[in-house]
């Protein structure tokens, strides 16, 4: 199995900053789009933000656009977020996804990370 594993979550204060960081692990001989998804308390997950292969095409919720931006390292299987002016409604566990290809044999699939905690509160 793939693995997927995110960090860089904790508390910050409302305008502070944040950088998440995902890393997939596991025999992957290729990858495709990677990104982030979040739920809060009592909601549903949702998109934040995704980064195709090339790392020239990004997409974002309109409520982390101008906010948010994502980078990625196809060398070490990873993405990043980074969070700026975080608000309050930013609070949430956020997830990793990786579309990765395991060999020759198989397609691409999405792998999940276990979530890491983002607060935001003064």
């Known amino acids: 199995q793939v693995q997927v594993v995110e960090s860089g979550g904790g508390l910050v204060q409302p305008g502070g900053s944040l950088r998440l960081s995902c890393a997939a692990s596991?025999?992957?001989?290729?990858?495709?789009?990677m990104g982030w998804f979040r739920q809060a308390p009592g909601k549903q997950r949702e998109f934040v933000i995704s980064?195709?292969?090339?790392?020239?095409?990004?997409y974002y919720a309109d409520s982390v656009k101008g906010r948010f931006a994502c980078s990625r390292d196809n060398a070490k299987n990873m993405v990043y977020l980074q969070m700026d002016s975080l608000k309050p409604e930013d609070t949430a566990v956020y997830y990793c996804?990786?579309?990765?290809?395991?060999?020759?044999?198989?397609?691409?699939?999405?792998?999940w990370g276990q979530g890491t905690q983002v607060t935001v509160s003064s």
């Open positions: 596991g025999s992957i001989v290729s990858s495709r789009a």
């Open positions: 980064i195709d292969r090339s790392g020239d095409n990004t």
């Open positions: 996804y990786a579309n990765v290809r395991r060999g020759i044999y198989y397609g691409y699939t999405a792998y």
